[in-house]
């Protein structure tokens, strides 16, 4: 769909300049029909997805229709998390940077809120807060509506996921009559067609079909990887392709958890992301992501939702998404702003008919990949790795090292070209042992195992009334591994013994400290020798 320039819209000269400096060129498809609509008057529901440019759509005709020379509110933009209200105040406040007068406030819980009405005393014309703590500001009255023309429902559908329906009907309720509503989301379910219903008349919606959303430039690519060959085959990936910042997908917490525990153990820079953390710790995360301080950020649908970092090269798709529509969220945060991006998924039996329907909803290709061999990784390792030293033989000056090296050579039966080549085992950290991307396995030594299992010592037993249909269920229904592979299960009056398969043994181990029995924590620990 058309996309057009700034300048053919009616946008004033001051916002234009603040559009420049942004680095835009030409108006995403939501913006060059949603700005003309929204400056218009009549009230507007704009559907597209993440990462399509939906703040500038309503951030510049709410900057263009703000009265400077009145210090009163004049528009509410609500916004589901902290993390995004913080976000559209800074982009607006940079759409508004040669805009004298304009002020504009992020307010939301977990702030003091002290220090927002102190803010607020100054004047603010835009104000953008998380439904709660807006109203907040309304009922003690350090934020007024009586001059507030025009409110902005963002991430509509984040806000009504996240529970703030009540606060925004209430938000709603409090404005003066006469005002425009705008409202944004990626999804349209039901119960936001309702507040439209409610709140909105005769409103305008523009929606940005699925196909030219933000899949276009981004190379898909899936693997056939079976579950507990996932781990290496993402570390494959990682060192083939060397992206500057990966997005990594799981469908829950705790294998976001694990998964970022294995990277992070394999000398990866990982960090999880999810909801159990504290929003400190999420702004820390998140910072360091964006810093370039952590390279792969590993999380789920909910955390990610709304991140706003342009250089992330690389999504995988660790759990496939259980919904089609996540799929487009979550490989939306690659190729954005006109960069080319890629995606990888993995998919094991039965899930490729599950890949089938993302490509139909999506209108989209994901083609089958081979997975890199050890080979190909090192190769590009190789490759990686020489051409950083030619710059360094290009840069610095050499000679006393050429001076140590051929003293070497003289005193040994060496070549220069046998030293070379043992550095670049050592740089591509291939020097001990025969690490050459074998399938990972995690020695447990002897356990006292039939051929092929690990045996674990489980903390529980008779005297505590347990059954082995218990701890069986408990294994089979903590990790990933099906109920028929559990071995022999040896039951005493205080603790267990039971054999899972080796390949699958780590993964219990993991899975397991998250598990109760009989209501009771317990700790699994590897069998010693009999
Ligand atoms: P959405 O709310 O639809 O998920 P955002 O408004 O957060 O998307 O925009 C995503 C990214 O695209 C931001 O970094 C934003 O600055 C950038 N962006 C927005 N409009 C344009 C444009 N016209 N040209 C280039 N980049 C843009
Ligand atoms: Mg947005």
């Known amino acids: 769909m058309e996309t057009i320039r700034f300048d053919e819209l009616d946008i004033k000269p001051q916002i234009m300049r603040g559009i420049r400096d942004m680095g835009f060129e030409e108006t995403t498809p939501i913006q060059s029909q949603a700005i003309p609509m929204v400056l218009s008057g009549v009230d507007v529901i704009g559907q597209a997805q993440t990462g399509t440019g939906k703040t500038a759509a309503f951030g510049i005709p709410v900057l263009q229709k703000v009265d400077p020379s009145s210090r ?58 998380t439904p709660g703590r807006l109203m907040d500001h309304l009922r003690r009255r350090t934020i007024r509506t009586d001059m507030v023309n025009t409110i902005v429902l963002d991430e509509a559908d984040e806000m009504l996921n996240m529970g703030f329906r009540e606060d925004i009907e209430d938000i709603l309720d409090y404005l003066p009559q006469e005002h425009q509503t705008v409202l944004f989301s990626a999804t349209m379910p039901k119960p936001i067609l309702d507040i439209t219903k409610k709140y909105q008349q005769n409103a305008v919606t523009i929606k940005v079909v699925k196909k030219e959303l933000t899949v276009a430039n981004i190379d898909q690519y899936y693997y056939d990887v079976k579950r507990k060959d996932k781990v290496e085959v993402l570390s494959r990936l990682l060192d083939y392709y060397n992206p500057k910042l990966s997005l990594v997908f799981c469908n829950t917490k705790r294998m976001v958890d694990e998964l970022t525990d294995e990277l992070v153990g394999r000398g990866y820079s990982a960090e999880a992301l999810h909801g159990d953390l504290k929003q400190v710790q999420r702004d820390r995360v998140m910072n360091h992501f964006r810093q370039g301080k952590t390279d792969i950020l590993v999380a789920t649908d909910v955390a990610a939702r709304g991140i706003d970092v342009d250089d992330v090269e690389a999504v995988f798709n660790y759990d496939l998404p259980q919904d089609d529509e996540y799929y487009v969220h979550r490989i939306g945060r690659t190729g954005r702003a006109g960069r080319t991006g890629k995606a990888f998924s993995f998919v094991k039996g039965k899930e490729v008919y599950k890949l089938k329907d993302i490509q139909r909803y999506c209108k989209t290709r994901i083609l089958a990949r081979p997975i890199p061999s050890g080979d190909d990784v090192a190769q590009v390792k190789a490759e990686k790795i020489m051409e950083q030293l030619g710059r360094i033989i290009d840069r610095e000056n050499l000679d006393s090292m050429i001076e140590l090296i051929e003293q070497q050579i003289n005193a040994s039966d060496y070549t220069a070209m046998d030293f070379a080549a043992a550095f670049l085992l050592r740089e591509m950290g291939l020097d001990e042992g025969p690490e050459d991307g074998q399938t990972f396995s995690f020695d447990f030594g002897d356990t006292g195992a039939e051929e092929g299992m690990v045996r674990l010592f489980i903390n529980i037993g008779k005297k505590q009334n347990v059954k082995p249909g218990d701890i069986l269920g408990a294994i089979a229904g903590e990790s990933g591994m099906p109920g028929n592979l559990v071995g022999a299960i040896d039951m005493f009056d205080k603790y267990t013994f039971v054999e899972v398969p080796r390949e699958y043994g780590l993964e219990v181990l993991h899975a397991m400290k998250h598990a109760k029995i009989k209501g009771r924590e317990v700790s699994v620990e590897p069998a010693n020798q009999k």
């Open 72 to 129: 009163k509110t004049q528009t509410l933009i609500l916004s589901p998390t902290r993390e995004l209200a913080i976000q559209v105040a800074d982009e607006i406040r940079k759409l508004a940077k040669y805009m004298h007068g304009v002020k504009v406030l992020p307010v939301y819980g977990g702030q003091d809120i002290s220090r927002q009405i102190k803010a607020l005393k100054g004047g603010v014309q835009i104000i953008i807060g």
